[in-house]
């Protein structure tokens, strides 16, 4: 179905907006498959015609809730580069909003319903790829500036090390599921030396022992 054109770029934007945090809303109450497109304007406070203005098809509204993560993954990584300070100190310290974002059982629901998906979907299955690309890329890059103690490694190691540590952090919001009770503090007592050590050289950790 066509979209029919808007004077109004800002309100396109809100609309949009709002789609997709209805929808959002929808797939953590019941799944991608579980939430059709009536269900989703409904909870948008639109008409079902309404909403296909600025969405062609619930697939393309999960395209964008991915695009939006994408958008919100270069703006942490932005931050990242701009604070002052050696970049270990800085990833350090930014560690518990980390945490805390992966252990969002609210978000993190729409991001496995998504990955889900991708077994399914591969359209859905590539843009995930590509966000994971990107997200490995960016961190890299931070990895071999001037500010990381890593910068000389090579791109084998620094590509293990990344790998690992993207596997810890995602995998928070399994355990958290799956184990209620934990919390972000006692997560922070053996993933902040893990992770510190991660972003060190091996050597010189082994010469302070």
Do not use: W
């Not at 066509?2 to 797939?27: I, M």
């Not at 695009?67 to 350090?92: A, C, H, K, N, W």
């Not at 993207?166 to 006692?186: A, I, N």
């Not at 993933?191 to 991660?198: D, E, F, M, N, Y």
């Amino acid at each position: 179905m066509s979209r029919k054109k808007h004077a109004d770029p800002a309100l396109v934007a809100a609309r949009r907006t709002q789609v997709l945090t209805a929808a959002a809303d929808c797939f953590r109450r019941k799944g991608y498959h579980g939430a059709g497109m009536a269900e989703i304007a409904k909870t948008a406070g639109m008409s079902a015609g309404h909403i296909y203005n600025y969405f062609d098809s619930k697939e393309a509204i999960i395209e964008s809730i991915i695009e939006q993560d994408m958008e919100e993954m270069f703006s942490i990584f932005q931050e990242f580069e701009q604070q002052p300070g050696d970049l270990l100190t800085v990833l350090l310290g930014r560690l518990h909003q980390s945490v805390q974002r992966h252990m969002d059982t609210g978000a993190c629901v729409v991001d496995l319903d998504m990955l889900a998906e991708a077994s399914r979907n591969d359209k859905v299955a590539s843009l995930l790829h590509e966000a994971d690309s990107q997200a490995r890329a960016k961190m890299r890059q931070l990895l071999t500036s001037d500010r990381s103690v890593l910068k000389t490694h090579s791109e084998q190691e620094l590509d293990s090390r990344i790998n690992v540590i993207f596997s810890v952090m995602t995998g928070l919001f399994l355990r958290k599921m799956l184990y209620p009770e934990l919390t972000e503090e006692t997560v922070l007592i053996a993933l902040r030396p893990a992770i510190k050590t991660l972003l060190m050289p091996f050597e010189t950790q082994h010469e302070a022992q």
